[in-house]
């Protein structure tokens, strides 16, 4: 909790604070998500609906493909950009080591996440869906599979090299997502259901 500068907890963060405690405060009074992507404070909601349907959905496909022993996929778990602990994001799911179970962190390392999944809410924007894949890729994190209900479309982003992905491979709900090394796994995308129209 935040403190007042007379001591006692408030709403504000203190003056001077870092953007790591505004951001856990404003999660704290509004339920909203927040993270930080490349040192910009990004709000969003809590996923509804069809966007929960479609993280269970794909974390049982995971699950059912068989993930490599020694792995399994986590909602609600953030990872922090290497070296810098204030610049962190949240996946919808994400692949770590199952020692992440017994980590008293809340901040895992990505040099750690196999795959980070990013399940594209109704309002996100282009822009900030591009920012979170570069911040993936300066990151370090292998893969990136980004899933947009609102047209029913996937993107499997592989190879980080220089703060980009260097190969994008897309497709549509109804075709297998083919995740490369290290996890060799084919995640189905038959059942995910797309968003209706606003």
Request: contains cysteine.
């Amino acid at each position: 909790m935040v403190e007042k500068p007379d001591g006692d907890a408030g709403s504000c963060p203190r003056p001077g604070g870092s953007l790591r405690e505004v951001a856990e405060r404003v999660e704290e009074m509004t339920g909203l998500r927040a993270q930080i992507v490349g040192g910009k404070l990004v709000m969003s909601p809590t996923p509804r609906g069809k966007q929960a349907g479609v993280i269970r959905r794909l974390r049982r496909h995971l699950e059912a493909a068989g993930l490599p022993d020694g792995l399994d996929a986590y909602e609600v778990s953030s990872i922090a950009l290497p070296d810098d602990p204030d610049d962190y994001v949240t996946p919808d799911l994400v692949v770590l080591p199952t020692e992440w179970e017994e980590d008293d962190s809340w901040l895992a390392d990505p040099r750690e996440a196999v795959l980070a999944v990013e399940v594209v809410s109704a309002s996100e924007r282009a822009r900030e869906i591009r920012d979170k894949a570069d911040w993936y890729a300066v990151a370090g994190v292998p893969l990136l599979l980004v899933i947009d209900p609102r047209n029913g479309t996937w993107a499997l982003h592989s190879r980080p090299d220089n703060g980009a992905y260097q190969e994008v491979n897309p497709g549509k709900f109804g075709e297998a997502a083919l995740l490369p090394e290290p996890l060799r796994l084919e995640v189905a995308t038959d059942d995910l259901p797309q968003y209706g129209k606003t």
